[in-house]
């Protein structure tokens, strides 16, 4: 990570980890708070989606598949994060793997990265943009 | 993560690295001064055990295995810790991905978690309660 | 980690990330400069290789090898680094999962770790020896 002062490393660090985690654990209010009210989201799965109503039906699409049995796990590794030099936007960047467990059998999702783009508003930094790219293609039932 | 100053942050980050790496090279004393001497681990392999002896027990199976040709390697990602205002308690969460590496194959184990709570004492942080869940059922054998 | 400034810890950090993800996205001046001119490394596959032009040769091929379509994604969890007293030396370790995405299909190598030596010269730490190890034995074209 690059510019910026600690603690604001640690909290986009903490934004990446409170995000996939509660995606996770279907806790969609915490989802759509890890975003800005204006953020795009996008994926060869979704596509591109935009605003807080897109991203909350994205994210009741996780808790209801978990509802159902199956268990998302989206392992974050080699966060990076450049933090502009006014200290309230930065560029984030993380490597992905994510494990879908069903019926008793977990598999692997390709790996990737997501690439994002923060604000730090009110104290808080928030996802503006959040890009995931995957190896391979793949498809993938119910989101 | 949450609370807490940053020394405390970074040292909950290292107590999950420095249990899992000692764990896996079947360094037992290291894996015992991890936690606490009341401290209690519960897993679906392990069920629930209590207190050093059981946990210095539970790492000589690991050093055993690994003497033995097996190697274990606990990732972990997502670490995410609360810490209480009183600066000595702490709860703190991580995902796990473990491979087995045996006769020259390597097997993950499924996708789980970390729930742990914590305590800092004489200027350590130890674990006072760790569970493992994983998101399917499996079995181990001399673990 | 113990020992050395927060900013040291996060630096050293974040130099395994820089290292891992400008070697998978084929940026050879980067990974050159994460390493000091006399750096050493050492892997199964490359056997031991010293200086920076050999560094360089080795970034090329990897580089060469995604222009030609082959993916890698080097993993890095349980970053784990301890700080000399001077400030300026340091040995540090990490967890590491390779995946290699081609023509579709993703697989990942064995699961192994880093070992490396750091040197911190002119306010930035670079590695002088990366010793990287696999939890079993592996072949690999064209690195």
């Known amino acids: 990570m690059a510019g910026g002062s600690i603690e604001d490393r640690l909290a986009i660090n903490d934004l990446f980890v409170r995000y996939a985690t509660a995606l996770d654990e279907g806790d969609v209010a915490t989802v759509v708070d890890c975003f800005t009210a204006d953020a795009a ?74 690439e994002c783009d923060l604000v730090k508003s009110g104290g808080e930094w928030r996802f503006r943009r959040r890009v995931v790219t995957h190896d391979h293609d793949y498809t993938l039932d119910g989101i």
């Open 41 to 114: 989201l996008e994926s060869p799965v979704i596509g591109v989606i935009a605003g807080h109503e897109a991203i909350r039906a994205f994210a009741e699409r996780f808790a209801a598949g978990r509802a159902g049995g199956t268990q998302f796990r989206h392992m974050l590794t080699n966060i990076a994060a450049e933090i502009e030099p006014g200290g309230d936007r930065a560029r984030a960047r993380a490597y992905l793997l994510v494990f879908i467990t069903q019926d008793g059998k977990s598999r692997p999702l390709p790996p990737g990265r997501y």
